[in-house]
């Protein structure tokens, strides 16, 4: 999950330093009742042929190594797409299970590939490696080795359950009908990694050069919540996160002396009510049903007290749910800082910086994956999310390639009320370890279901 945005349209080589905010844990919802979420047009079936809580107990016995490979991969976190050490470690864990496996070409990502035992059609499931510029104030003895760099958007997690799952549907090689794309991927926080991937091939199933494999034709992702009651899944059909875009506006006037403001072009005025313009623009041009977030989060101008400065710098972030009010709002702040400068007789010049775009879940795999995740935690532990967050998430970039879902998977810590847990990017954010085994039986629910051969199973 990704907070902090980037100053530039394409994906940049080197990672991302800007310290980032906490996140607000997303609201939890009724637990799912029904076999069909609204919105979720797919009938289907069980995912796998044995009972309830069956394939979560199998997970069980997967847990203790991801346990153990979450640990080491939380006390050496690396940041940006260039994680050597994390990948060396995804590696020698794969190693003997049988996959085809190929590394990136411009960042430190490990493709492994499951070939089933029968033809079917091709999953892809993600986990991101990376970690953040932050410093480690839990007191975890494998906490972070590193000073300033810490893994706190649970992305050691990901990773944990992601070869927790392909040790078990490994040793299920016999039942599936279809191939399974085990993609872990750097620079998620803010580095495009994910966008990366796709340009290196990960999407034709079996990395860039080719080879049989089959395109990916559905995807899913976990991001672990420590906002969230543990073990359980939470996810909805459509937005289920928002494209992030970052701006700086200079407004540029003409310095002079602050007794006699008439013979300068005060930039600082314009500056204040620009700000408010912006928030009464979002208001009354953005329809009520389209949620748009504009925050001017940065304003710096003059220092000293008879002095007019020359300029004032404004930057902020832009959040929304669809790719139209994306546009909308992109123009939107273009037109509205160029007018109220006008208005003021100074300029306004604006930078955007584009982001990820929202991460938008598949109605009928959202579907799909309720129905298995309900099967293999128990309909009590399996949610509809509400309503989106406004974080994002660059799988939203493998989710506009091919239909799929990303799900939300509490990971509350013991004793701790879930509104009480530090969030994700806090310094103190911890999961609980007892959910990998809720994660680990998800992915392989979601790929047993899909590539079951049952043509039923998949949306
Ligand atoms: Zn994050
Ligand atoms: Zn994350």
Known sequence: MHSTDRASAEPASTPSRAAAPPLAAPPSAAPLSSASPSGASAPGAPPAAQGAGALLEEAGRYAADAVALRRVLHAGPEVGLQVPETQRRVLHALDGLG??????????????VLRGAREGPTLLLR?????????????????????????????DAHMAMLVGAARLLAARREEIAGQVVFMFQPGEEGCHGARYMIDEGVLAGSGPDGGEGRPVDAAFALHVMPGLPSGTLHLRPGPQMAASDKFRIVVRGRGGHAS???????????ACELVLALQSAVTRRIPATE????????LSAGSLPGVIPETVDLTGTMRTLSAGTREVLHALLSQ???GVASAHGVRAEVSIGPGYPPTVNDAGFTGFVLRAAAEALGPGSVQVLPEPGMTAEDFS?????????????????????????????????????GALAAGIACHAAV??????????AAP
């Open 260 to 270: 006699a403001p008439h013979g300068a072009a005060d930039p600082v005025p314009a």
């Open 397 to 433: 970039y493998v989710l506009a390639e091919v239909p799929g879902a990303l799900a939300f998977l509490g990971a509350c810590p013991p004793g701790l009320a879930p509104e009480r847990a530090p969030a994700l990017h806090s310094s103190r954010c911890d999961i609980d370890e």
């Open 99 to 112: 996959l085809d496996i190929r590394t990136g070409e411009r960042l430190t990502s490990v493709t492994g």
């Open 291 to 298: 949620p748009a977030v504009l925050t001017v989060s940065g």
């Open 127 to 155: 986990a991101d490696m990376d970690a953040l510029p932050v410093h480690e104030a839990t007191e975890r003895e494998f906490a972070s080795r590193f000073p300033g760099v810490m893994h706190a958007c649970g992305h």
């Open 447 to 456: 790929a047993l279901g899909h590539l079951s051969g049952r043509a039923e």
């Open 336 to 338: 509205v800082a160029h």
